[in-house]
Nanobody, 126 residues
């Protein structure tokens, strides 16, 4: 069992940056593949980025490649999402998730995630 708590969300102007954090407790983050998802108002939750247990491999949804960076500090049991060049369309609740999946190095499928945080709101103003 692991508990996930996101932080770092807030209000930012278009073109700005934010860094989200996801602190894992209960079991070490190196036990899980970790991911970030988001859900905008009126839309389904979508995959943003994911990182392997070791932190050595990562994958992004194409539309976030180059703007967002996922990283992991297993010593701190924390996963980060650095978001740059933010746009109003990035406004959403961002969720951190942990997967016990061992067959895939980097888990990008939402249904393969076992634990979820409560989410943190990101609002980008134009």
């Amino acid at each position: 069992q692991v508990q996930l708590v996101e932080s770092g969300g807030g209000l930012v102007q278009a073109g700005g940056s934010l860094r989200l954090s996801c602190a894992a407790s209960g079991r070490t983050s190196s036990t899980y593949s970790m991911g970030w998802f988001r859900q905008a108002p009126g839309k389904e939750r979508e995959f943003v980025a994911a990182i392997s247990r070791s932190g050595g491999y990562s994958r992004y949804k194409d539309s976030f490649e180059g703007r967002f960076i996922i990283s992991k500090d297993n010593a701190k049991n924390t996963v980060y999402l650095q978001m740059n060049s933010l746009e109003p369309e990035d406004t959403a609740v961002y969720y951190c998730a942990a997967s016990r999946q061992y067959l895939t190095t980097v888990v990008t499928t939402e249904s393969l995630y076992d634990y979820w945080g409560q989410g943190t709101q990101v609002t980008v103003s134009s």
